[in-house]
Structure formats: C-alpha cells, structure tokens
C-alpha cells in the first residue's frame, strides 16, 4: 500500500515523490518510458552527454530554485548563445545588435529603432498574433529570415495563427549581447540531466515501462498525475494539440562539427529546425569525435506520437479548461507538470510550480 502513486518521473514527478518521501510518505514512482527524467533525461555516448530529447539550458532568476536544485548538481558556466542560419548567413540569437548589424549595417540602438519603426508601420492596431507580435518587436526583415519559416515549421502552423505570447519568450536588446536569457542563473548540470533524477528518486520504488492506463498497480491513497490531460479523461472533451519532434543523433568524427551548441535553420527549405552539437554545452569537452542532432518537427498523433509542447491558443486553452474543471472535481488526484497542465512551463517553472505544491500538500 503507497501514499502516493505518481505518474511519470520528469522534474514535476521526482521532485514531488523525492519531497514526499522526505516527509515520510510511501511512494511509487511509474513511468512509461524505459528511463528516469522525462525529457531533460541526458545519456552519456563516447564522453558526450547527449539531450537526447532536444536541448535543455537551466535558466532562472529565482534564487529559492537555484538553491534547490544546487543541493543535488553543480552547473558550469554555460550561457546560451545560439546562431541562426538562414542559407548561410549566420546571425545572432536572440535579436539584438548584433543581429541588427549584421541585417542592415546599424551600428547605433537609435539607428536600429528607426528601422524597426519604419518597418513595422504596415501593422495597423495591436498585435493579435505571433506575426503581428514578431514585426512589431523586431521588424519586417528579422521576421522574414529569421522567425517566419522557423516558426512555420517548428509548430507545423502558419505564425498568423499562432499566439502572441511565443515570440515574447525571446528577449530583443538594443545591445551587443547574445545571450538568449535574461535570468540571473544560467548553466548545464556537469555531468549531464539524468543524475539529478537519480539523486531524487534515490531509495524510492520505480517502476519503468509501467503504463498507468493499462497494468496492473498496488494499491494506493493519493496520484499525483504529470502525463498529458486529455489522455487521462480519455479525450472526452476532444483531444489537446501539441507539438512534437523527432531527434536524430548522430555520432560524427570530427571534433568540432559546428562551433556552437545551437543552430537554428531559419530557412523555408531546410526541414530541421536545429541542429544541437553537445559537446558545446561542455566547454572543457575536448573528446576526438562529436555528437550531432538534427531535429525534425512531426505531425502529432495522440495514438503514436509523444506530445511535447502544448500549443496554447485560445481554441486549445479553452478546451483545457473543461478537462481542467473535470480534474478539479476528483478528489484524491493531483495533476502537475507541463503535459498535465498544458502550460509551456521552462524548468525552472516547473520545479517552482512542485515545490509549491509539495509546500501545500505536506
Ligand atoms: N524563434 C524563431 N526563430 C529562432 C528562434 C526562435 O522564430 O531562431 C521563435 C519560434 O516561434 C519559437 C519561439 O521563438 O517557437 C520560442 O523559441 P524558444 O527558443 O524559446 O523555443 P524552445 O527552446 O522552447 O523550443
């Protein structure tokens, strides 16, 4: 008999199940897949720790989740900086001088505005949609080679019909700075993702390749449940949209393939949005060969596919909210994490989101 069942061993499920049993509860960790940490799980290949569910770079300005997680890995001095391509030309993530240099020769923030200004004169009221948002910010040229087709093929949607809120996620600067976050901790745990979940579920019980729909489970009191909604209400309100990718890792002998973590093909004809070289997010990495992904954006299909980033605009938040009324109504379940709140949290967001939670529940 266990206090607690819960579903799924990504940061929400650990830090929940780690917590709990901190505080004396019996509990059972299940996940589907064959490994612990959803999708920040890393796998060392030849001295390389490999992202094997695409990039993950911990940024955050709370210091509470900084010390939290620093109780269980040390972060080197990671920033990301990552490059765009668009048919050759490279430019600088996110928007900022440098980007603007390199489009238009500026060299001045005043002289950058204007540009910006003048070419976001074709938008007439406020911005209703991440192509109005993005040309407003940033201007018709930025938009055209580095956030359109990126965009397009990264969530398979035309950007007009995309929410707002997606490109605001990326600073722009009116400085020389390439650094993609804002927050005031920034790193990549040294030695990979996987050993965090570790740590945390150390002396728990987990079971792997357990699906919760389908086998047989002890009993137990309470779920906390981080799989996707819908699912679990057998999509009865119509079924959630995500997005997903397919990530292609290959083993290169060269040492360095690509100079930089991160590249994104920002070009219409290029399928993959990005290309990841994992040795970057170690700088003193300085094994012969190298690992590569190549990620490719996929039609979701809730029956054959894993579903990795919800896609929140209003038709899709409002189906939410029924499945999330349905959910406040059961007693003894909990639902948290990204799929089950269907919220494009970050890391950071997640952790803080469990260990409020876990505050209350305890
Ligand atoms: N984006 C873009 N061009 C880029 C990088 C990002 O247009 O080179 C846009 C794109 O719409 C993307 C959004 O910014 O979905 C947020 O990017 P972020 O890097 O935060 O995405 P994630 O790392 O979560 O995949």
Redesign the pocket.
């Known amino acids: 008999m266990y206090d607690y069942l819960i579903v799924g061993a990504g940061f929400y499920g650990s830090i929940c199940a780690h917590e709990l049993t901190k505080a004396g509860k019996k509990v059972l960790v299940i996940d589907n897949r064959s490994h612990i940490g959803g999708n920040c799980y890393t796998e060392n290949r030849d001295e390389i720790n490999i992202h094997i569910y ?2 993950h770079i911990f940024h955050t300005s709370n210091e509470d989740v900084w010390n939290w997680i620093n109780q269980f890995v040390k972060f080197n001095n990671y920033i990301n900086t ?1 490059v ?1 391509n668009y048919k050759g030309e490279i430019y600088s ?2 928007f900022n001088m440098w980007t603007f240099n390199k489009l238009w020769g500026v060299t001045t923030p005043e002289e950058a505005k204007k540009k910006i200004k003048e070419q976001s004169l074709i938008l007439t009221g406020e911005p209703t949609n ?1 192509e109005e948002q ?1 040309i407003s910010l940033v201007g018709l040229d930025v938009y055209e080679k ?3 087709h ?2 397009a093929k ?2 398979r949607k035309d ?1 007009e019909f ?1 929410p707002k809120e ?2 605001k ?2 600073p722009v600067r009116f400085t020389y700075d390439n650094n ?1 976050f804002n927050d005031r901790y920034q790193g990549i745990p040294i030695g990979g993702y996987t050993q965090i979940f570790e740590k945390l579920l150390e002396g728990i019980d987990v079971r792997l390749n357990c699906d919760y729909f389908k086998d047989t489970l002890p009993e137990f009191d309470k779920v906390i449940y981080t799989g996707s909604i819908d699912k679990f209400f057998d999509y009865k309100f119509g079924e959630l949209e995500y997005k997903t990718t397919r990530f292609d890792h290959v083993k290169i002998n060269t040492e360095n393939y690509q100079g930089s973590a991160i590249m ?1 093909y ?1 070009d219409k004809d290029t399928e993959y949005t990005r290309t990841i070289e994992h040795k970057h997010f170690e700088k003193d990495n300085k094994t012969d060969s190298t690992w590569v992904t190549w990620e490719y954006p996929t039609e979701y299909n809730s029956q054959k596919t894993e579903p990795y ?1 919800p896609v929140n605009d209003d038709e899709n938040n409002k189906k939410y909210q029924k499945y999330k009324l349905a959910s406040d109504d059961l007693k003894g379940i909990h639902f948290g994490g990204r799929l089950a709140e269907y919220k ?1 949290y ?1 890391m950071h967001q997640v952790i803080e989101s469990a260990l409020n939670f876990i505050k209350k529940e305890i």
Do not use: F, M
Request: no cysteine.
């Open positions: 695409g990039p990552p765009a993530l996110p991440l993005a580095l956030i359109k990126y965009t990264q969530w950007p995309l997606i490109i996620r990326l993609y994104n920002t980033y494009y970050d």
